[in-house]
């Protein structure tokens, strides 16, 4: 009866090995197995197996529930929050973000015309220069990117600096302009909603990110001119003359600005 039983028990492989016992032992006692173990169904009774299945079945609809649960209250408080913080925001508050943003927005507006400017009299001079022969047409192509880089640099002087006579200039074309267009923004905004500036809002600070993006464009283009510029100076005539040719064409025909 011992190896029978023995026999019968290895069959399993979750069983865990049981210590030796004599003979006279194992003929003594019957052999008892187990009808617990879960990863062998078989070795279960029927009624057991289903009774394990439900209570799996329940556990794992409860976690479900839970985390649903769960998610909705965050998801409610969330939303009661942004309701709260847009009630919290007065008219006032929203009509002076508006201001604050249509007044950089403005700025960005001038610096941009004023680099495209340059972009444009460069391109300009440059189709002019095709009419000269190769040799004037060089120093025609050193004067255009020299007034070029000169022009920017003013124009970057300008707007740091509130010293001179251009510079006083400058800075009360600049002051009048802006209570102008603040005038004007004014008269516009009386009439708008706090929905209407919020949407309004949004637009400009679109804005305001494609004016950055633009203007960091050709300062970068100019910088690069210039670098291009000075370490031509190193290369015999004709390779500087194909050298700032293709300088200047990079800079006019950038789809990006």
Same mark, same amino acid.
């Given at each position: ?144 990117? *020299?007034?070029? !880089? ?5 124009? +970057?002087? $300008? %707007? &740091? ?52 993006? *633009?203007?960091? !464009? ?5 910088? +690069?001119? $210039? %670098? &291009? ?29």
């Amino acid at each position: 009866m011992y190896g029978a039983t023995r026999g019968y028990e290895t069959d399993s492989e979750c069983e865990e090995p049981t210590q030796p016992t004599s003979e006279k032992e194992s003929d003594d006692r019957p052999a008892e197995r187990k009808t617990t173990c879960i990863c062998c169904p078989w070795m279960m009774s029927f009624t057991d197996y289903i009774n394990h299945l439900r209570e799996l079945v329940n556990q794992a609809f409860t976690t479900l529930q839970t985390t649903h649960d769960i998610q909705e209250t965050v998801t409610e408080l969330a939303e009661a929050a942004t309701t709260s913080a847009d009630r919290s925001v007065s008219k006032e508050d929203v009509k002076r973000e508006n201001e604050l943003l249509s007044q950089d927005l403005d700025n960005l507006q001038r610096d941009y015309k004023t680099l495209k400017q340059a972009v444009e009299q460069l391109e300009r001079d440059y189709e002019d220069s095709k009419d000269f022969d190769p040799l004037r047409r060089y120093e025609k192509l050193k004067g255009m990117i *020299k007034r070029t !880089i000169l022009h920017f640099k003013l124009k +970057q002087n $300008e %707007k &740091g600096s509130s010293t001179g006579i251009g510079g006083l200039l400058q800075g009360c074309k600049d002051y009048a302009h802006s209570l102008e267009a603040a005038k004007r923004r004014e008269e516009k905004v009386n009439y708008m909603t706090k929905q209407e500036m919020v949407e309004q809002n949004v637009q400009l600070q679109e804005q305001i990110k494609e004016m950055r993006r *633009k203007c960091s !464009i050709i300062r970068d283009l100019i910088d +690069q001119l $210039e %670098k &291009g510029y000075e370490s031509s100076k190193r290369f015999a005539m004709m390779q500087r003359y194909r050298l700032m040719k293709f300088m200047i064409k990079k800079v006019i025909h950038d789809q990006l600005i």
